[in-house]
């Protein structure tokens, strides 16, 4: 070719061109010249790609190709059994989808409820570590850690936790590797187990001993906002929602702590929690009485409920007994009576009970269930930490 002997190559070199390379591009050139294509680079990457496989497929023997096309037919029929055992689990999948669907809900956390970071304004019941919500903890294989007890430590940590709201529901094995995974922690007077500002990684949960929680102003200055005792729990949310400590927790005196990691929480304690918020937090909105708590309160005293049933005809107070519980009818009807005279009729959404706790004072009237009652209630303690009592003195003249 004139315009190959005009190269200053090797007599080598201008040999291969002609007899190897220029065959194989006229070829790849005249049929993307017949076929066209938009992009005629990856038409020629594929059209190479192909070349070389038939090559190959050239310098196969007999025996060889039958070999190949045996195994491309086992191939295929696994390939096809796979799919039917996919289409098989995608189905089931769906069944089971439609039935757990609200169970499944708690799984995805959770941009943080619209009035989640309201202003608080000066209500009594302020949030502790209220860190934002917003769920960012993803699923992951989990080892719970095993942190080594003395049999006095296991029985004085599972008292401690069955005071607790967010842990005395936990069934046993449940809370055997909770207890299994905290690791005790001894504090003295001014000494801070948390700091605002920081983030969390453990929650801590008061044996014995007052805790003080104190938030910055705008001064400087630290304000004492609430103080825990033995039960309480607190930064339980920067387990839950990835954010700094919103408040300082100092100890008033000496004192015990126990300290439980995110992944066991998260793993053992959250899902329950959550499912019973979520399940409770529309009802709980609907209370009139709740009206004025924000989301992150509403949270707390779901953690808080506890489920009683009574039958028709069942007293559920007595007039003139000292009052330990709050109640929130949930389901049915009651009815209150003082002597023989009916002074109220429940339904749900109606509460009674709190007269006594804010009080002091025994039950002043007799609560029966006129119908299969399900209500919900909150202990004297519970009530007292998460309710503002000054506001319900207002509310609650029913009875004068």
């Given amino acids: 070719m004139e315009g190959l002997d005009a190269l200053k190559i090797s007599e080598e070199k201008k040999k291969f061109i002609l007899e190897l390379l220029n065959p194989v591009l006229e070829e790849m050139v005249a049929d993307c010249i017949h ?16 070349k070389k496989a038939h090559e190959e497929d050239r310098m196969l023997s007999a025996e060889e190709k039958q070999r190949l096309e045996e195994e491309n037919k086992n191939l295929g029929a696994q390939v096809g059994k796979v799919k039917g055992q996919v289409a098989e689990a995608g189905r089931m999948a769906v069944d089971d989808a439609g039935e757990d669907e609200e169970e499944e809900e708690d799984d995805v956390d959770d941009e943080p409820p619209p009035d989640f970071e309201k202003p608080q304004g000066n209500r009594a019941r302020q949030s502790v570590s209220a860190e934002a919500y917003g769920e960012w903890n993803a699923k992951k294989a989990f080892v719970p850690p095993v942190i080594a007890k003395s049999d006095e430590q296991k029985d004085r940590l599972k008292n401690c936790l069955v005071k607790s709201f967010m842990f005395s529901n936990l069934e046993d094995n449940d809370l055997g590797i909770v207890i299994g995974a905290m690791t005790e922690v001894q504090m003295t007077a001014g000494l801070r187990a948390i700091k605002q500002g920081e983030d969390g990684d453990f929650l801590f949960v008061i044996e014995s001993g007052k805790f003080e929680c104190l938030i910055k102003q705008s001064d400087g200055s630290e304000k004492a906002v609430k103080t825990c005792e033995a039960g309480d729990v607190f930064g339980e949310l920067a387990l839950l929602y990835n954010c700094p400590r919103a408040a300082s927790v100092e100890a008033k005196d000496s004192g015990v702590l126990w300290k439980l990691d995110r992944d066991t929480f998260n793993h053992i304690v959250k899902e329950a929690a959550q499912k019973k918020r979520q399940r409770y937090d529309t009802f709980l909105a609907k209370v009139p009485l709740l009206a004025s708590m924000d989301a992150y309160e509403r ?65 002043a009237a007799t609560v029966t269930a006129k119908t299969n009652c399900r209500l919900l209630s909150v202990d004297s303690r519970s009530f007292k930490r998460l309710f503002n009592v000054a506001e319900l003195m207002e509310k609650s003249n029913r009875y004068s």
């Fill in 35 to 50: 076929k066209m294509p938009k992009d005629p680079v990856p038409f020629m990457l594929e059209w190479l790609e192909q």
């Fill in 299 to 363: 949270s707390q005293l779901a953690d808080a409920l506890k489920v009683e049933q009574f039958a028709e005809g069942a007293i559920i107070v007595t007039q003139g007994e000292v009052g330990q519980k709050f109640y929130i009818l949930e389901e049915g009807k009651a009815n209150a009576t003082k002597g023989s005279e009916q002074v109220m009729s429940y339904s749900s959404g109606d509460y009674f009970g709190e007269l006594a706790l804010i009080n002091n004072k025994p039950r």
